[in-house]
């Protein structure tokens, strides 16, 4: 089974400023198709989960440019070019190269 | 739109069994691979188990240990997951999620129903 270290497991920041958490997988991510099946997720207080990225750096559906992700192999990481209120909220890496699917343990992003 | 629902969820004793479903709309439910993710109380996310698009391919997490069963009934939209023998860690909310296109990427997400295991 891959396990995805996720750090902080908190990060407060300042309404405006960046963020970035950081995603390292226990084995490369990269799948026998040459894709790397790295997603980010966020999680609302009290809301399901909501795709972000997915395949490493494509922004799903509806979501705001600010977020960025980057990353191979084995490092990866979630940028939130400037933080808004909106965006507070536990942030979770999700790899779907191989069963199982595998989650971080999640990073909250708060406001100083 | 796409829209996934969950029922199903109750509080039921440790050893007992429950059956939740999820239904599909806003897309073609049998072109997706759809799984099931739960989330105990204050923790983080675990995946739980993946169907193929008709039903042919599944695949568990070890911890079902052969309690749980998913399944799907294309004509009528609605995945389904059979838990059987439950433990008081298996309390959780539990999604339902759909790929992402022609990947098994969790994309769209149910708002989740809860199973308490409780004597």
């Known amino acids: 089974e891959i396990v995805l270290t996720q750090t902080p497991l908190s990060s407060p920041v300042t309404l405006g400023q960046p963020a970035s958490i950081s995603c390292r997988s226990s084995?490369?991510?990269?799948?026998?198709?040459?894709?790397?099946?790295l997603s980010w997720l966020q999680q609302r207080p009290g809301q399901p989960p909501r795709l972000l990225i997915y395949k490493i750096s494509h922004r799903f559906s509806g979501v705001p440019d600010r977020f960025n992700g980057s990353g191979a192999g084995t490092d990866f990481t979630l940028k939130i070019s400037r933080v808004e209120a909106e965006d507070v909220a536990v942030y979770y890496c999700m790899q779907a190269t191989r069963l199982p699917l595998s989650f971080g343990g999640g990073t909250k992003v708060e406001i100083k | 739109q796409v829209q996934l629902v969950e029922s199903g969820g109750s509080v039921v004793q440790p050893g007992r069994s429950v059956r939740l479903s999820c239904v599909g709309s806003?897309?073609?439910?049998?072109?997706?691979?759809m799984h099931w993710v739960r989330q105990a109380p204050g923790k983080g996310l675990e995946w739980v188990t993946l169907i193929s698009y008709d039903g042919s391919n599944k695949h568990y997490a070890d911890f079902v240990e052969g309690r749980f069963t998913i399944s799907r009934d294309n004509s009528k939209n609605t995945l389904y997951l059979q838990m059987n023998s439950l433990r008081t860690d298996d309390t959780a909310v539990y999604y339902c999620?759909?790929?992402?296109?022609?990947?098994?990427?969790?994309?769209?997400w149910g708002q989740g129903t809860l199973v308490t295991v409780s004597s």
């Open positions: 806003g897309f073609t439910f049998n072109n997706y691979a």
């Open positions: 999620a759909r790929g992402v296109v022609s990947l098994i990427t969790p994309g769209y």
């Open positions: 084995q490369s991510l990269v799948n026998s198709d040459g894709n790397t099946y």
